[in-house]
């Protein structure tokens, strides 16, 4: 598949990401000479952070070009997602060059306020596919226009990991960006009054609402709120305060030139000598972070990677099994640069859990009384991993003896074996707290994999001890 990002600053540059290392490959046209230069940044970001959020490999990453003509850039394009700054003449113009040169593809506008009909007004046929900085981590886009070209954009935005939101009327600025302004202008207030400075916002977001906001949203935590009558009497409760003289949200504080200094001043003042990119690096990490957190208990956007991580392709079986394959969080990695070495043994945890439902001791089983104890692990750290870094481990079974498993994990990194990791298992009646044979189904399996595995090579470097020469 092919997409055409035409416009390749802040939000051209997110999308360009999210359609590589989803396997696109992508077209890019700006006339901006440093465009090439940006992308590559964002695009370093994106490596670094979008893999960390599946235990699966994305796809191959696609191939990035750079294109003097818009006409080559769309010619050919499966999508084409226009991201030039925000002027209704500009995208017009834009608009007509791509209508002339994009043949079949879908056409989406990043646009955060303009509504299909405006950009449509002389005779394109886009629809709104409106984003949220940085498009690489964020799933939510909201899709404005044609109800059947929507159809077909959400599913393809769904093959890359994106939450479709059909906006189902056209107003100015959506949904989401309705609400944004809203707040944006009560705050620019709260620093133009001298009530509070541009820091003393952000506490008041990122240290209260702004944490229930990323898993609840407005209304659920409203509900929650309002205790165990819930919204009834939420809204009965606070209602009367909307009456009150709390915002001012409808009058504009006029952006004078003092407006302007002060609030760039103090914002200034509060990033310190942080640069964009490291701000970018750091809010990417934290992103990483909540999301992994929302996937585990499969909430808000955690649902979406967990969904999106489901249709990406097994892995492969070569001779061994591949027992484990995912990529490296940045949040693993310590102040060596590198992956810190209590995470190899989370990996080799993660392969042998892996085994064991190979052999059907799954979580039915254990349910059912029986499972493994790990009594015995050898680790050797052999190569270096990075954030970012695709891992797959191959499990070969080195001995088999009634309750007695030895299994050998090899961590697979992209400059071969990264580290190996030795285990012996034992067979547990989990309610005695003693050691037993595996029952009949288990035991055949286990069988099936040593025969096939104990003419093997034996793995280099098993059964080492520590200091070994
Ligand atoms: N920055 C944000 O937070 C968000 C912006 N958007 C929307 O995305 C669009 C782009 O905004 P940003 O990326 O922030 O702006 P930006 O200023 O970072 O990037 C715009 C890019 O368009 C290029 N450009 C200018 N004229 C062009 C032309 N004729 N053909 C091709 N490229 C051209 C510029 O060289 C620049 O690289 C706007 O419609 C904006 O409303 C949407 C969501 C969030
Ligand atoms: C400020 N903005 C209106 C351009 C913001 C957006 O459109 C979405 C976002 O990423 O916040």
Same mark, same amino acid.
């Given at each position: 598949?092919?997409?055409?990002?035409?416009?390749?600053? &802040?939000?051209?540059?997110?999308?360009?990401?999210?359609?590589?290392?989803?396997?696109?490959?992508?077209? &890019?046209?700006?006339?901006?000479?440093?465009?090439?230069?940006?992308?590559?940044?964002?695009?370093?970001n994106a490596r670094r952070s979008l893999p960390s959020l599946y235990d699966?490999?994305?796809?191959?990453?696609? +191939?990035?070009?750079?294109?003097?003509?818009?006409?080559?850039?769309?010619?050919?394009?499966?999508?084409? +997602?226009?991201?030039?700054?925000?002027?209704?003449?500009?995208?017009? %113009?834009?608009?007509?060059?791509? #209508?002339?040169?994009?043949?079949?593809?879908?056409?989406?506008?990043?646009? #955060?306020?303009?509504?299909?009909?405006?950009?449509?007004?002389?005779?394109?046929?886009?629809?709104?596919?409106?984003?949220?900085?940085p498009?690489y981590l964020?799933?939510?886009?909201?899709?404005? $226009?044609?109800?059947?070209?929507?159809?077909?954009? #959400?599913?393809?935005?769904?093959?890359?990991? *994106?939450?479709?939101?059909?906006?189902? %009327?056209?107003?100015?600025?959506?949904?989401?960006?309705?609400?944004?302004?809203?707040?944006?202008?009560?705050?620019?207030?709260? &620093?133009?009054?001298?009530?509070?400075?541009?820091? /003393? &916002? =952000?506490?008041?977001?990122?240290?209260?609402?702004?944490l229930?906001?990323a +898993?609840?949203?407005?209304?659920?935590?409203?509900?929650?709120?309002? $205790?165990?009558?819930?919204?009834?009497?939420?809204?009965?409760?606070?209602?009367?305060?909307?009456?009150?003289?709390?915002?001012?949200?409808? =009058?504009?504080?006029?952006?004078?030139?003092?407006?302007?200094?002060?609030?760039?001043? !103090?914002?200034?003042? +509060?990033?310190?000598?942080?640069?964009?990119?490291e701000l970018e690096r750091e809010r990417d990490d934290n992103l990483v972070g909540i999301l992994r957190a929302l996937r585990k208990n499969? %909430?808000?956007a955690g649902?979406?990677i967990?969904?999106?991580e489901?249709?990406?392709?097994?892995?492969?079986?070569?001779?061994?099994?591949?027992?484990v394959?995912r990529s490296i969080p940045q949040s693993w990695t310590d102040y060596n640069g590198h992956m810190n070495e209590t995470h190899y043994l989370e990996v080799?945890a993660q392969?042998?859990?892996?085994?064991? /439902? *190979?052999? $059907?001791?799954?979580?039915?089983?254990?349910?059912?009384?029986?499972?493994?104890?790990?009594?015995?692990?050898?680790?050797?750290? *052999?190569?270096e991993l990075d954030a970012g870094d695709a891992v797959?481990?191959?499990? !070969?079974?080195?001995?088999?003896?009634?309750?007695?498993?030895?299994?050998?994990?090899?961590i697979?990194g992209?400059?071969?074996?990264?580290?190996?990791?030795?285990? *012996?298992?034992?067979?547990?009646?989990?309610?005695?707290?003693?050691?037993?044979?595996?029952?009949?189904?288990?035991?055949?399996?286990?069988?099936?994999?040593?025969?096939?595995?104990?003419?093997?090579?034996?793995?280099?470097?098993?059964?080492?001890?520590?200091?070994?020469?």
């Amino acid at each position: 598949m092919r997409a055409a990002i035409v416009g390749g600053g &802040v939000i051209g540059g997110g999308w360009a990401a999210r359609f590589l290392l989803n396997g696109w490959d992508v077209a &890019v046209f700006d006339p901006d000479p440093e465009a090439e230069r940006k992308i590559g940044e964002v695009l370093a970001n994106a490596r670094r952070s979008l893999p960390s959020l599946y235990d699966r490999a994305l796809p191959a990453e696609g +191939q990035l070009t750079f294109h003097a003509d818009l006409a080559d850039a769309v010619s050919g394009a499966d999508w084409v +997602q226009e991201s030039v700054p925000e002027r209704l003449d500009l995208k017009h %113009k834009v608009h007509a060059a791509i #209508s002339e040169n994009a043949g079949g593809a879908i056409v989406g506008s990043s646009t #955060s306020g303009f509504k299909p009909s405006e950009l449509n007004s002389e005779g394109a046929n886009v629809i709104v596919a409106h984003p949220f900085n940085p498009v690489y981590l964020l799933p939510l886009i909201e899709l404005v $226009g044609d109800a059947a070209t929507i159809s077909r954009a #959400s599913d393809i935005l769904r093959g890359v990991g *994106l939450f479709p939101l059909h906006v189902r %009327k056209e107003i100015d600025a959506h949904i989401a960006d309705r609400f944004l302004e809203a707040v944006w202008r009560e705050a620019l207030w709260l &620093v133009s009054d001298g009530i509070a400075t541009t820091e /003393e &916002v =952000d506490e008041a977001i990122r240290m209260g609402f702004g944490l229930r906001w990323a +898993q609840m949203g407005l209304f659920e935590t409203y509900r929650v709120a309002g $205790g165990e009558a819930g919204m009834k009497h939420f809204m009965a409760q606070f209602g009367p305060a909307l009456e009150w003289p709390w915002t001012k949200l409808m =009058d504009v504080p006029e952006f004078t030139p003092e407006l302007v200094d002060l609030i760039a001043g !103090q914002s200034d003042a +509060q990033s310190g000598d942080r640069t964009i990119r490291e701000l970018e690096r750091e809010r990417d990490d934290n992103l990483v972070g909540i999301l992994r957190a929302l996937r585990k208990n499969g %909430k808000a956007a955690g649902a979406v990677i967990a969904a999106h991580e489901a249709g990406l392709p097994e892995p492969e079986p070569g001779d061994l099994p591949i027992t484990v394959e995912r990529s490296i969080p940045q949040s693993w990695t310590d102040y060596n640069g590198h992956m810190n070495e209590t995470h190899y043994l989370e990996v080799g945890a993660q392969a042998s859990d892996r085994f064991m /439902e *190979l052999i $059907g001791a799954d979580a039915d089983y254990i349910a059912g009384g029986l499972s493994y104890f790990t009594v015995e692990t050898h680790i050797r750290h *052999l190569g270096e991993l990075d954030a970012g870094d695709a891992v797959s481990v191959t499990t !070969q079974v080195t001995g088999a003896e009634g309750k007695k498993l030895h299994l050998f994990h090899s961590i697979h990194g992209p400059n071969g074996i990264a580290a190996t990791v030795e285990t *012996l298992l034992l067979h547990m009646d989990l309610e005695a707290r003693r050691s037993v044979a595996p029952d009949g189904a288990v035991a055949n399996h286990i069988e099936n994999y040593w025969q096939a595995h104990r003419d093997m090579p034996r793995p280099q470097g098993a059964g080492r001890f520590v200091g070994e020469r």
